[in-house]
């Protein structure tokens, strides 16, 4: 994949890997992102009939927890920029049927979307997968209303010392080789561990939310630092 953009090689891989992508997602975060996504959206406290958008949807998950806190009074949206995880996640709304979600191909880098437009806007495990963090950032803000939430679940960079070097070893050496074993897709799976190796770490984040023009970010931490919440309020 080399001589490819970092916008070329993402849309590869999860073109790629869109079949397997939530069982991998299990195995790889040992079933936690599920847990760390229950406690953040304790912490949005979304309220019934409100307007939502889930950037980065993948297969929809985030989107349909949103749909289910909105209620059917309220509108999600959620965008990709791969087709085949859309695919996933249209499959997902079909079975659980809710009017209140819309799937789109979109790009995270030029939201398709008026300014202050929405209530919440979440990215789950998407933004060390863009061009451009900043970009993407002020995207977010812009498409939502003054008082309305950001909010990012993404991998992070743990500092307890020992349990560090532990997460990078997993994640250089462990991580793709499940993807060889479970998904046959062991390029993919070491991209993706090179996207999570070199994203900011949590305070980094936050300035970088700061910058965007949001005014304040609240932080949690999830599992050791692998996994970290920022919420920012515009």
């Not at 997968?129 to 309305?148: A, F, I, S, W």
């Not at 070199?198 to 630092?225: I, R, W």
Request: net charge neutral; glycine share 8%; charged share 25%.
């Amino acid at each position: 994949m080399t001589g490819q953009s970092k916008e070329e090689r993402v849309h590869h891989v999860f073109e790629k890997i869109s079949n397997k992508y939530d069982s991998m997602n299990s195995i790889i975060s040992f079933n936690r992102h599920f847990a760390w996504r229950k406690d953040v959206m304790k912490r949005m406290q979304v309220t019934e009939g409100s307007k939502a958008l889930d950037v980065c949807t993948g297969t929809g998950d985030w989107a349909i927890a949103l749909a289910n806190a909105v209620g059917t009074s309220g509108e999600v949206i959620g965008l990709d920029f791969s087709n085949n995880m859309l695919k996933v996640a249209h499959d997902k709304q079909k079975q659980q049927n809710m009017k209140q979600l819309t799937f789109i191909q979109g790009n995270a880098m030029e939201l398709p979307f008026e300014n202050d437009l929405f209530d919440y806007v979440t990215i789950g495990f998407g933004l060390r997968n863009v061009p451009d963090y900043e970009t993407v950032l002020q995207e977010m803000y812009r498409v939502t209303k003054p008082g309305g939430k950001v909010v990012c679940l993404e991998t992070s960079q743990p500092t307890l010392v020992g349990f560090r070097q532990l997460y990078l070893f997993y994640f250089r050496f462990i991580m793709p080789l499940f993807g060889k074993i479970f998904a046959k897709s062991y390029d993919e799976y070491a991209w993706l561990q090179e996207s999570a190796r070199d994203f900011p770490n949590k305070y980094e984040l936050k300035e970088m939310f700061l910058d965007a023009g949001f005014s304040e970010v609240d932080m949690k931490s999830f599992t050791g630092g692998v996994a970290a919440m920022h919420m920012a309020t515009k």
